[in-house]
Structures are given as structure tokens and as C-alpha cells.
């Protein structure tokens, strides 16, 4: 039996497809046994046990998923106090859902929960009536009543963690989503030929028509390719059939997310323009961004204030003056090729600060307190 500390991570949802929680059981392992709860765990021999999750989708299944299926919660308490299973001495809570299942847990255990709020919770789905009317509020009563119990919590960016405190009166440490770092170069560019790059989900929430769009405004320099998970939705279907329409538009086939650095370094420019139809989306700082770095490539967004910050802090891209595709086609189209030259350059003389590596002392700093 390990005489090291046991640590549960617990996230209502396919823990493979979760990059923070991987990077996560990476920075733990060599010092606590870590086991993980969700619908899938991740493929690591990393994780001592995973416990499979499964909460019904029946009439109402909704509601009960949000206010922790009865059941569900049921099954995880005795699948963990069975006699063949240890306590934990942590309980790592993944968004708001999870929390109180891990509060119930710690009173059980003697055990310390932080809970890693990721994006504000709240706000998440405002721009849609159903979520701005009656989730919204279930999520801000959840937040009222038991963020503040977590020993500890932890956020992306510092204009999430400021909304957490103003209206929770919880401070959240910040661990961003930056990936582990790649030893790339930067990649050579033709004078007449701009590369761009934009990879992800295609969402109606994130408006990817909009990059579409703008290269009826760019010059003959400049091509976009996507590389754009199939989740087989209509409007996946239909961002296939806008960009298809334009000779200066391709598609390529996804790669597995500790390769996206690799896959990227060839092109010049990562693109993402990001339409602030929620407060998540205009505070967004996502993994993408700190991707574009560790690929060495000049950066093209729009003014989210955060991922701005970092754009602007270390010269490697653009950002536009305001929120519509005219402005950032003026702003691509008055790029030389010596611009993307410094911009890459720049890139690459961040990557080593905007990495994975060095958020995993914060990260062992918050467990060791914790723990103590």
C-alpha cells in the first residue's frame, strides 16, 4: 500500500477530452496517487483508479445532472467507502457541478477540496434565454452557497478570478491553460504567401462563420486553414459548406492535442477572432492562444481582454480595434512579412514563460498548503 497521499479529481464529463484536467494529473503524479471520477477517464497509467460516472439523461435528467443526481452521488459514496477503496486526503472539484458531491465527500473523509472553477460559471451560457433565465440563477444560488466552503480555489485568467471575488468573495489563485512546452523554431515565410492557421470546435456561440467571412477582405496573401474537430453538427456541416465556396480555404484532418504545437509550426499566423456574445467568451483565454505560442506563430484576434494582455505584453501578434471583421482585415492587410517575422520571433521568446511547466509550482504550491 502507497504510504503517498491520495487525491481524487472529479469532473461530471469525459475526463480524456479535458486538457486542464491532463496537465493536471501530470503535474501530481510523482508525488500523490492521484484517482480520477467522471464518464471516461484519461488513458495514463498515471491514474491508480478511475471511476466510471453515469448520470441518466430521462425526463428532467437535466435538472438532475446540475442539482447531483441523487443516485449518482449515492453510487460514488459507496463505491469510495467501500472496504477495499482508500479515503482521499484531497478531492480536486472541476467546475461548480462537482462541488457539493465533493463537499459531501470531505466531511465523510477528513478531506481538503479545491475547487477549479475554469470559466465564471454564472455567465457561462448568457447569450441563450433558457440558460440566462433559469440556469443562470441555479448556478449563481450553487456559487452563493458553497464556493466559499472549498479550502482553496483556482481560475483561468485574473478577469474571472475578479468577477469570482466581487460577487462570491472568493479569491481564486489563477492557473492558466497554457500547454507544456514544444522545442520548436520559428518556420520560414514566403514574401508572398501568409499562412493561417485556426483550430478547435466550430460552435454557433463562437461565431467561426466570421473568420470565414473575413477572407472576402483580405488580400491574395493570405490563406486559412481549419483544423476543426467533427462533432457531426449542422453547423459544423455548415462551416464545411461556407469555406468550401472560397479557393483560399481548406480543412485539415485534427491531430491528438500533444501534437497540435508540432501540426502548427508550419503555418505564420493563428487566427481567432472570438465574438463576446457572453462575459466567458469576451474574458476568454483559451488553450488555443498559449498553442499558437508554443507553435511559434504570429497571433490574430480581436480585443478579448485577456487574451489581448498577452499579445500585447509580448508583441506577437495583432489585435484589433474593435469587434468586427473590417477592423482586423485592415489591420492583416497592413502586415509585411517582416512584421510576421518579429511577431514569430516574439513567440518564440515567450514560449518558454507561457508553458505548462511553470504553473505546476503553483499548482504543488496550493496542494502542499492544503495538505500540510
Not at 116 to 133: C, D, G, I, L
Not at 150 to 160: E, Y
Request: aromatic residues 12%; proline residues 4%.
Amino acid at each position: 500500500m502507497s504510504n503517498r497521499k491520495k487525491i481524487l479529481i472529479l469532473k461530471f464529463s469525459n475526463i480524456s477530452n479535458q486538457p486542464r484536467i491532463c496537465r493536471q494529473i501530470e503535474f501530481l503524479k510523482d508525488y500523490y496517487d492521484i484517482y480520477t471520477a467522471g464518464f471516461k477517464g484519461v488513458d495514463t497509467p498515471h491514474v491508480k483508479k478511475h471511476f466510471k460516472l453515469k448520470i441518466p439523461f430521462l425526463p428532467f435528467g437535466l435538472f438532475e445532472k446540475l442539482l447531483w443526481n441523487v443516485n449518482a452521488v449515492s453510487r460514488l459514496l459507496s463505491d469510495f467507502y467501500s472496504l477495499d477503496q482508500p479515503g482521499y486526503d484531497l478531492i480536486i472539484a472541476h467546475d461548480p457541478f462537482t462541488l457539493q458531491v465533493a463537499l459531501q465527500l470531505s466531511q465523510k473523509m477528513n478531506a481538503k477540496v479545491l475547487h477549479n472553477a475554469h470559466e465564471y460559471t454564472p455567465r457561462q451560457y448568457e447569450h441563450q434565454w433558457f440558460h440566462r433565465f433559469f440556469l443562470s440563477r441555479l448556478w449563481d444560488y450553487i456559487c452563493r452557497i458553497h464556493m466559499h466552503r472549498a479550502d482553496a480555489t483556482v481560475t483561468v485568467c485574473q478577469g474571472i478570478a475578479d468577477e469570482y471575488e466581487k460577487n462570491y468573495g472568493v479569491h481564486c489563485e489563477i492557473i492558466d491553460n497554457a500547454p507544456f512546452y514544444c522545442d520548436l523554431l520559428p518556420s520560414s515565410i514566403e514574401n508572398n504567401a501568409i499562412r493561417m492557421i485556426h483550430h478547435g470546435i466550430a460552435h454557433p456561440s463562437r461565431h467561426t462563420e466570421d473568420m470565414i467571412h473575413l477572407m472576402h477582405f483580405l488580400d491574395e496573401r493570405f490563406t486559412l486553414d481549419f483544423m476543426l474537430m467533427n462533432n457531426g453538427s449542422r453547423y459544423y456541416k455548415k462551416i464545411l459548406d461556407l469555406g468550401q465556396g472560397n479557393p483560399r480555404i481548406f480543412f485539415r484532418d485534427t491531430v491528438s492535442m500533444p501534437l497540435i504545437a508540432q501540426r502548427l509550426n508550419e503555418y505564420d499566423m493563428g487566427l481567432y477572432m472570438l465574438k463576446p456574445s457572453s462575459f466567458n467568451t469576451y474574458m476568454a483565454l483559451p488553450n488555443k492562444i498559449f498553442e499558437f505560442i508554443q507553435a511559434r506563430l504570429a497571433i490574430a484576434i480581436w480585443p478579448s481582454p485577456e487574451m489581448a494582455k498577452i499579445v500585447n505584453e509580448y508583441d506577437c501578434g495583432i489585435v484589433s480595434e474593435d469587434f468586427t471583421i473590417e477592423s482586423m482585415a485592415k489591420q492583416l492587410n497592413s502586415l509585411s512579412t517582416k512584421d510576421i517575422k518579429k511577431f514569430k520571433m516574439n513567440s518564440h521568446k515567450a514560449a518558454g514563460y507561457l508553458c505548462a511547466e511553470n504553473n505546476k509550482d503553483i499548482l504543488l504550491n496550493i496542494v502542499e498548503k492544503l495538505l500540510r
